[in-house]
């Protein structure tokens, strides 16, 4: 009986293709032109039920990427500033438009005391620099990513509660901004407070995300950052029942500050 039975296994294992490299890829060979006939019998049926020959060749494509059209549309800087405000705020984001880095400052600190915070974290970029919050904020810790905070500060930026970052894009149709991930600018600092505080120099406004996409492609792979983070407006997280819920992944306020003078 034992015997019978090695027997039979020895088979099966031939028939499987488990036996020699030969054998083996006879057997995939096998396989691959039963699936490749399948196919061809299906795609044949569904040529048959729609009345027409079958497409045997792939159809030619005139255009690639965006078509011109496309590539030229741009708006003016004040439709920039119109359209980026309404795509952001109806996502949920509340877009400021300010003349000054200093009306900026001022927004940051009269936040900051309306919500009696008293963790702030920002980016390490010399434009915030220039905001001098810790000076005007002595009520409360205002810390900079990897100056203070070292590389493992996670926790850190879990319990800020405002986050204050320099976006280095905005675009202007889909409501969005760009930041990237560097050493000095941790994606903790835009995901983990409970606000979140961006500003964009109006000159980095663009109208169409594809601007945004070619400076990164002509930049070449190896200066890619670790990280490219496109936000629009606050967290929004919906389950299979449509039950939306907002700031569960990331932060629930999130403002945006277009300012001229930067």
Same mark, same amino acid.
């Given at each position: 009986?034992?015997?019978?039975?090695?027997?039979?296994?020895?088979?099966?294992?031939?028939?499987?293709? !488990?036996?020699?490299?030969?054998?083996?890829?006879?057997?995939? /060979?096998?396989?691959?032109? !039963?699936?490749?006939?399948?196919?061809?019998?299906?795609?044949?049926?569904? /040529?048959?039920?729609?009345?027409?020959?079958?497409?045997?060749?792939?159809?030619?494509?005139?255009?690639?990427?965006?078509?011109?059209?496309?590539?030229?549309?741009?708006?003016?800087?004040?439709?920039? =500033?119109?359209?980026? +405000?309404?795509?952001?705020?109806? /996502?949920?984001?509340? /877009?400021?438009?300010? $003349? +000054?880095?200093?009306?900026?400052?001022?927004?940051?600190?009269?936040?900051?005391?309306?919500?009696?915070?008293?963790?702030? @974290?920002?980016?390490?970029?010399?434009?915030?620099?220039?905001?001098?919050?810790?000076?005007?904020?002595?009520?409360?810790?205002?810390?900079?990513?990897?100056?203070?905070?070292?590389?493992?500060?996670?926790?850190? !930026?879990?319990?800020?509660?405002?986050?204050?970052?320099?976006?280095?894009?905005?675009? $202007?149709?889909?409501?969005? @901004?760009?930041?990237?991930?560097?050493?000095?600018?941790?994606?903790?600092?835009?995901?983990?407070?409970?606000? =979140?505080?961006?500003?964009?120099?109006?000159?980095?406004?663009?109208?169409?995300?594809?601007?945004?996409?070619?400076?990164?492609?002509?930049?070449?792979?190896?200066?890619?950052?670790?990280?490219?983070?496109?936000?629009?407006?606050?967290?929004?997280? $919906?389950?299979?029942?449509?039950?939306?819920?907002?700031?569960?992944?990331?932060?629930?306020?999130?403002?945006? =500050?277009?300012?001229?003078?930067?």
């Amino acid at each position: 009986m034992k015997q019978n039975r090695s027997s039979s296994h020895n088979v099966n294992a031939d028939q499987s293709g !488990a036996g020699s490299p030969n054998s083996r890829e006879a057997w995939l /060979a096998e396989l691959q032109a !039963a699936s490749l006939l399948k196919q061809k019998s299906f795609m044949e049926g569904i /040529a048959a039920r729609l009345n027409r020959p079958r497409i045997q060749s792939k159809p030619e494509q005139p255009f690639r990427g965006a078509p011109e059209f496309w590539n030229s549309f741009q708006w003016t800087t004040e439709e920039q =500033l119109q359209q980026f +405000t309404a795509n952001f705020q109806a /996502a949920g984001g509340q /877009a400021v438009h300010l $003349a +000054t880095s200093a009306e900026a400052a001022n927004f940051i600190v009269g936040l900051a005391e309306e919500m009696k915070a008293t963790r702030i @974290l920002m980016h390490h970029q010399p434009g915030l620099d220039r905001l001098r919050l810790a000076q005007q904020l002595q009520h409360a810790q205002v810390s900079v990513w990897n100056d203070e905070v070292d590389i493992n500060g996670i926790e850190h !930026a879990a319990r800020a509660e405002i986050g204050v970052i320099e976006a280095d894009h905005a675009v $202007a149709y889909t409501g969005s @901004l760009v930041t990237k991930s560097s050493a000095h600018q941790g994606r903790s600092v835009s995901l983990l407070p409970a606000v =979140l505080i961006a500003i964009i120099p109006v000159s980095r406004l663009v109208t169409r995300l594809g601007e945004v996409l070619a400076e990164l492609d002509s930049a070449g792979r190896e200066k890619l950052p670790a990280g490219i983070h496109f936000i629009s407006g606050p967290s929004r997280s $919906a389950d299979i029942e449509n039950d939306l819920t907002i700031g569960v992944h990331g932060p629930g306020i999130v403002y945006a =500050l277009l300012v001229d003078q930067w």
